[in-house]
């Protein structure tokens, strides 16, 4: 299978590992290709003016826009980075060979709108990660004011879970509160953090069933003697 993972911040570097580069890793390792589309801040690569960055890592195809981030940015510019990467995800995405799966993690949401899209113009299967409820998590921290934007993004929320395939929340408080935006219960999985890397696959074959990805390592052993 192609699949493409969208990840805004995808920490590919040590103990910081995100957990959708080690379950993109170990995808590989089933024969599965993966390519990640994520900003270069995330993987640390200075593309001075360049657009895009590329590399592979432990068999991922990794896609680094430029996008600079840092914490002391404005709201606005927070805004604006993550729309930008959202626009060069959708556009880069239509140029890659047509994946079955995409996986995409919010925060932030609008990483999920070339998904949406994607998932849409290839007629692939969309898996959406919840690693915090936006734009809840941004009104209770007072950075989000305003009544219009808060609209739009209660309706891209909305839209996310109607079309995917299957949600991934990290915790039960954020299932529950999903569950409560009348999203259908089947298609929720809970798969905490865990530096278990064994626990944590196992978490997303177990999501995975139905999907053609649930094959564990110790079945492809098995098959192999």
Not at 125 to 154: F, M, Q, S, T, Y
Request: hydrophobic content about 40%; proline content about 3%; overall charge positive.
């Amino acid at each position: 299978m192609n699949i493409l993972i969208i990840s805004q911040y995808l920490d590919t570097d040590g103990k910081g590992e995100d957990r959708f580069f080690k379950l993109g890793r170990e995808l590989v390792s089933r024969g599965h290709t993966v390519t990640t589309l994520t900003s270069n801040g995330a993987v640390d690569m200075d593309l001075g003016r360049k657009k895009i960055g590329l590399f592979q890592k432990n068999g991922l195809n990794v896609i680094a826009f430029n996008v600079p981030y840092a914490s002391e940015m404005t709201g606005v510019q927070k805004a604006y980075a993550s729309l930008k990467f959202a626009r060069m995800a959708g556009v880069q995405g239509r140029s890659l060979p047509g994946p079955d799966l995409i996986m995409v993690k919010s925060p932030p949401l609008t990483a999920a709108i070339p998904a949406l899209r994607l998932s849409a113009y290839y007629g692939a299967a969309l898996v959406v990660e919840c690693r915090e409820l936006w734009p809840d998590v941004l009104i209770e921290r007072g950075h989000l004011k305003n009544a219009l934007v808060i609209k739009a993004l209660k309706r891209l929320e909305q839209d996310i879970y109607e079309k995917a395939g299957r949600i991934i929340a990290l915790d039960q408080e954020v299932a529950k509160k999903i569950k409560e935006r009348w999203v259908e219960r089947a298609k929720i999985s809970v798969i905490e953090d865990t530096e278990d890397e064994k626990a944590l696959i196992a978490g997303y074959d177990s999501a995975f069933k139905g999907m053609g990805l649930e094959k564990t390592a110790a079945q492809r052993t098995g098959s192999e003697k």
